[in-house]
C-alpha cells in the first residue's frame, strides 16, 4: 500500500542506539539511563554496575535464550532493551549459527564468510523484531579497540568482520563515550577519531553530567525526549507545508481550467505568479498550465510577450516554403 509520508508520526517512534568506549568509561551505566530499561546482560558484567544505577536485568548463556526471553509478554513493562554488550551478543549468535548449519564455521571455530554473512542479517532481523514488533527502544552497548589507519589511531566498536555495517545500519544515533579532562562525554558527530551518527539535531560533541548520590540516572532519557520533540516539530512544519501545497495545488489547478482561449490565458499569468506556492506547487502548476496551452492551441508571441493563438497549419507550410525558395535562391 502506498502511503503518504506525512501520515508517518515521528514524534512517537521508537529510537535505536550505538554507545560505545573504553572498558570501565561507564557505558553499561549510561545505557541504563535510557527509559524505563530492561538489561540484557549477555557479558555478565552487572556486578560492575553500581547497586542504585542496575536494573531488571535477564544474564542469557546462548542466543537461543534471548530469543526465548525477547516475547511481547515478557517485555510488556518496560520501554528499551538494553544489549550489554553487542560484541557478546554477536558472539552467542556465531555460535548459534554454527550449531543451525557447519557451513557457516571453520575448523577453528570462527565464522565462514557465508557465516559472517548469515549472522550479520539475523543482527539485523532481531533489530527490526525489537523495534519494529515488540515496539521498544534499543541500545546496544560495544566496547572500542583502537585501529591504526596510517600515522593517525582511530576508535572503533569491537566487533569480528563484515558485521560492522550490519551493526551500524539500524542505528538512528551513534556516539563514542571518551574522557576529556574530568569530564565524561559522548560524541554523535563523525571525526577523524571515530565513526558515530546523529540524527534529528543531535550532533556534536555533549558533556555527560556526573552522577551523584541524589541525581538521577536519566541522560538517555531525556535525550530520546529532546529526539522525539524535534521529530514532533518536523511533523507540524510538514504538515503544514503540505496544507500550504494543496491550497497552492487548487488554487492553480482553478485558474487552469479556466483557461479557453489566448486572452484567458494571458489573465492567467499573473494569478499563477501571485499563487503563494509551496514545496513543488509552483513547478507541477506550470505542468498543468503548458498542457492547457498546447490543448488550447496556443503559442507564446516573444514579440508581442503575450499567447496568441497558433498559425494555421497551412500558413506554416507557406512560410516554410517562402523560406526553402529564398534559400534555394539565395544558394544560386
Request: aromatic share 10%; glycine share 8%; net charge neutral.
Amino acid at each position: 500500500m502506498i502511503r503518504n509520508p506525512n501520515d508517518i508520526h515521528d514524534g512517537e517512534k521508537k529510537i535505536r542506539m550505538l554507545i560505545a568506549g573504553y572498558p570501565g568509561i561507564g557505558k553499561s551505566t549510561l545505557a541504563l539511563s535510557a527509559p524505563n530499561p530492561l538489561h540484557i546482560d549477555v557479558d555478565f558484567g552487572i556486578d560492575r554496575i553500581e547497586p542504585r544505577y542496575r536494573k531488571a536485568y535477564i544474564q542469557p548463556s546462548s542466543y537461543d535464550e534471548i530469543l526465548e526471553d525477547l516475547t511481547p509478554e515478557n517485555v510488556k513493562d518496560f520501554d528499551t532493551l538494553v544489549f550489554d554488550t553487542g560484541g557478546k551478543l554477536i558472539s552467542l549468535m556465531s555460535l548459534w549459527a554454527i550449531k543451525k548449519d557447519l557451513k557457516y564455521g571453520q575448523r577453528d571455530g570462527s565464522l565462514s564468510l557465508k557465516g559472517y554473512g548469515f549472522v550479520g542479517k539475523e543482527f539485523v532481523r532481531l533489530m527490526d523484531y525489537c523495534f519494529y514488533e515488540l515496539q521498544k527502544n534499543i541500545v546496544i552497548v560495544f566496547h572500542a579497540t583502537e585501529e591504526k589507519d596510517g600515522d593517525n589511531t582511530r576508535l572503533r566498536i569491537k566487533v569480528e568482520g563484515q558485521t560492522k555495517n550490519n551493526v551500524w545500519e539500524p542505528m538512528d544515533l551513534g556516539g563514542f563515550v571518551e574522557m576529556y579532562g574530568n569530564d565524561r562525554t559522548i560524541g554523535f558527530s563523525n571525526c577523524e577519531r571515530y565513526f558515530a551518527k546523529g540524527t534529528r539535531g543531535i550532533s556534536g560533541v555533549r558533556k555527560i553530567p556526573a552522577l551523584t548520590p541524589t541525581s538521577p540516572n536519566d541522560f538517555l532519557t531525556k535525550l530520546f525526549a529532546q529526539y522525539n520533540a524535534i521529530s514532533a516539530e518536523e511533523l507540524a512544519k510538514n504538515a503544514a507545508d503540505q496544507e500550504a501545497y494543496e491550497a497552492a495545488m487548487a488554487e492553480g489547478r482553478a485558474i487552469v481550467e479556466a483557461i479557453t482561449d489566448a486572452d484567458t490565458a494571458n489573465a492567467a499569468m499573473p494569478k499563477i505568479k501571485a499563487i503563494k506556492h509551496c514545496l513543488t506547487s509552483e513547478k507541477e502548476v506550470g505542468v498543468l498550465f503548458n498542457a492547457k496551452i498546447k490543448a488550447c492551441g496556443l503559442f507564446y508571441d516573444k514579440v508581442l510577450k503575450k499567447y496568441a493563438p497558433a498559425p494555421p497549419e497551412k500558413e506554416k507550410k507557406g512560410a516554410r516554403g517562402r523560406a526553402s525558395a529564398k534559400g534555394a535562391k539565395g544558394a544560386e
